[in-house]
């Protein structure tokens, strides 16, 4: 009976039929995205397909396009599930139509302390409706980055930097990931 969900499930969100997945919208700002990201050490970004950049908020930018996403999150949705791997973490980046933008999933080398401080900031903007109809959407790339932002001319630039090294529980949870949503893995070659 529950043979022919799951892999119509698959297809739209990966970790179906695997585990529950919870869930936790709320709003959050550029700005206070932008502030807490360098903080966070290395992460697995996962951008999704670009999309027309509307609606960009004032005195920010970013450094490449890959980043462009992050400009346009006005909500985290942070996901928590246990997979046969063991537990996962990230953050869904979406706008305001709702639409993934992208996700930073939770590495052993990303700073706890600085995940969590992330989402208690966009927490203390005004409680979000819920983002219903948030579908999956394949990630067009996965890298493992470390975020840095610095000021130009008044303006707030947000870049990243490949991470070498890559700490081996890093680098195996990275590719599972990376495998589960059909996408390749681009790390910086250490050395």
């Not at 709003?27 to 960009?56: H, I, Q, W």
């Not at 450094?63 to 869904?92: H, N």
Request: hydrophobic residues 45%; aromatic residues 6%; contains cysteine.
């Amino acid at each position: 009976m529950f043979g022919l969900s799951v892999p119509w499930l698959r297809q739209r969100w990966p970790f179906a039929g695997h585990a529950a997945v919870c869930r936790c919208d709320v709003r959050v700002t550029p700005a206070c995205l932008f502030e807490s990201l360098p903080a966070l050490g290395n992460v697995l970004y996962m951008p999704m397909a670009a999309k027309p950049a509307r609606d960009m908020p004032v005195g920010m930018l970013v450094e490449s396009p890959s980043l462009l996403p992050l400009l346009q999150t006005c909500r985290l949705v942070a996901a928590s599930t246990i997979t046969v791997e063991g537990p996962r973490e990230w953050i869904e980046c979406v706008d305001r139509k709702h639409h993934r933008l992208a996700c930073l999933h939770l590495l052993p080398d990303t700073d706890y302390f600085a995940w969590d401080a992330l989402l208690e900031c966009a927490r203390t903007m005004t409680a979000a409706k819920p983002a219903h109809g948030v579908g999956h959407v394949r990630p067009a790339s996965a890298r493992v980055l470390r975020f840095h932002l610095r000021g130009l001319a008044g303006l707030r630039v947000l870049g990243a930097d490949d991470v070498v090294p890559v700490s081996p529980l890093s680098r195996r949870l990275a590719g599972q990931i990376a495998r589960a949503e059909a996408v390749p893995l681009q790390l910086a070659i250490d050395g």
